[in-house]
């Protein structure tokens, strides 16, 4: 196997242009012929960062799926946080979800297509999650899943798939991701770039790379619309299909195929990132919002930005921070007292009183927790987890016990955001904004929330570039 070396990003631009207006038309009109739900359920609570004005949900009871089945939007999302869950866990909620949502589908009469979105740089409970919900729906319905697609491409973040490598942007250059730090992650670490080895690697052979259907970015870009059907109308047996794509056309022209192919009677499942649930969705494009969208007139405390994740982009990110505009106050959560009996409690009790104090005088605070990574005396996976979500239950408290509404809250990182919606400010039903940065979405609360309407920007471990942080929180500062 050769190696696979960076990418110039002028490749990018060198891929053949394409009437976008003549392919959103084809699209517009196979979308309106699909009549499926498309169901996301997210691994943790970034995957609307492509879309808005469509529902969260952060349980999957029957009736809670039924309310999604319902709505008149094309896509609503469930959250699972399974990214912050054990092998055990995720296990136990994906056989539950998959008994649910047959159990919702019947007794509204809607069929639906599942996409399961997970990360950009391909980390995760993966194939796992897949199969469960796979061998369940199967065995519920007695319908056949013929494959599997997997389309990590995310513009917004900086994921191109070329050449079926999937790539990184780092600078003025893409890396494949199996060189990242990503592809290092303790509990869903893997080697390989190119997505075919990928599927081999982590199914350990189940699949081989080379039954992968691989949809060429050339076929894409010739409109050769009825060569990528006929290549999905061959997949079966739950075989998977990799989609190489550099831009959204390339997703659009893509899903044209597919929905040609489900019309014709395949069934597939998703493995992807956030860009197919925008397009499959029919979400509409929207501006970046703007301050006076997200913080409330006459709320004159200060905001709180609540950092968790330690992947290098954050911590740049964080430095970043501190050359804001206006003032914010640092303060810093130990992690490190994760390793005494009850020390991570105190460690929240202390800092959430001198947010408090600080949000209540008006001054804007970012908690953040110590850049260095805690070293477990352990190589256990599900263990050094473990530690992860405790460390981050407790920097998440500091919200949920909050006594004062701050005027803006942002999370950074994955676990974090997702803990400080369903755990802190207690959502259970959330509408998608929009944006505040491309990549970066916003929640807007519901009314059983901790603070009810309140916009909540969740802010990805690995997306933006080094200023995007700082820039977000200005935008919110004003």
Not at 107 to 136: Q, V
Not at 286 to 297: F, M, N, Q
Request: with cysteine; aromatic share 6%; charged share 30%.
């Amino acid at each position: 196997m050769s190696e696979i070396k960076p990418l110039n990003i002028d490749v990018i631009s060198k891929v053949k242009p394409i009437d976008e207006a003549k392919v959103d038309q084809l699209l517009k009109e196979e979308l309106s012929k699909l009549n499926k739900k498309v169901i996301a359920l997210d691994d943790d609570p970034t995957g609307v960062q492509t879309v808005n004005n469509v529902s969260v949900y952060t349980d999957w009871a029957v009736p809670t799926l039924e309310q999604g089945f319902n709505e008149d939007k094309g896509i609503f999302f469930v959250l699972t946080n399974s990214r912050g869950l054990t092998v055990e866990q995720t296990t136990k909620a994906h056989h539950q979800i998959a008994e649910n949502i047959v159990a919702a589908s019947k007794n509204t009469g809607k069929d639906f297509i599942i996409i399961s979105r997970s990360d950009s740089t391909l980390r995760g409970h993966y194939p796992l999650e897949t199969s469960i919900l796979r061998a369940d729906i199967e065995k519920l319905t007695g319908k056949k899943i013929d494959g599997e697609i997997i389309l990590p491409f995310f513009k917004e973040g900086g994921r191109y798939t070329i050449g079926n490598v999937h790539y990184v942007k780092e600078g003025d250059q893409l890396t494949p991701a199996g060189m990242t730090e990503f592809a290092k992650d303790k509990s869903f670490g893997y080697k390989s770039s190119n997505i075919c080895d990928y599927v081999e690697e982590k199914t350990k052979g189940q699949f081989k790379g080379c039954d992968v259907t691989c949809i060429a970015l050339e076929d894409i870009r010739d409109l050769n619309i009825e060569k990528i059907v006929d290549q999905l109308m061959a997949v079966k047996d739950f075989n998977k299909v990799m989609v190489n794509a550099v831009d959204y056309v390339d997703v659009k022209i893509f899903a044209i195929a597919f929905c040609r192919a489900v019309a014709a009677g395949k069934e597939f499942m998703f493995r992807s990132a956030a860009a197919i649930t925008k397009v499959l969705g029919g979400v509409p494009d929207k501006a970046l919002l703007t301050r006076e969208e997200l913080v409330a007139d006459g709320n004159t405390n200060g905001g709180i930005v609540l950092i968790g994740s330690h992947v290098k982009k954050t911590t740049m990110q964080f430095e970043e921070l501190k050359n804001a505009k206006k003032p914010l106050k640092f303060i810093e959560f130990h992690a490190a007292r994760v390793l005494e009996e009850g020390g991570l409690d105190d460690e929240a009790e202390k800092v959430t009183a001198e947010a408090e104090k600080y949000i209540s005088q008006g001054q804007s605070v970012v908690v953040y927790t110590s850049r260095e990574l805690v070293k477990l005396d352990t190589d256990d996976k599900d263990k050094i987890l473990e530690a992860s979500v405790a460390i981050s239950n407790a920097v998440v408290k500091v919200i949920g016990d909050l006594k004062v509404k701050p005027s803006f809250i942002v999370a950074k990182g994955g676990i974090t955001s997702s803990d400080v919606g369903t755990k802190a400010l207690r959502v259970k039903k959330a509408t998608v904004m929009g944006q505040i940065k491309p990549g970066i979405p916003v929640w807007l609360t519901g009314e059983e929330s901790k603070f009810p309407n309140m916009p909540y920007v969740i802010f990805p471990g690995n997306v933006g570039e080094v200023t995007t942080l700082r820039e977000a929180v200005e935008v919110l500062m004003g």
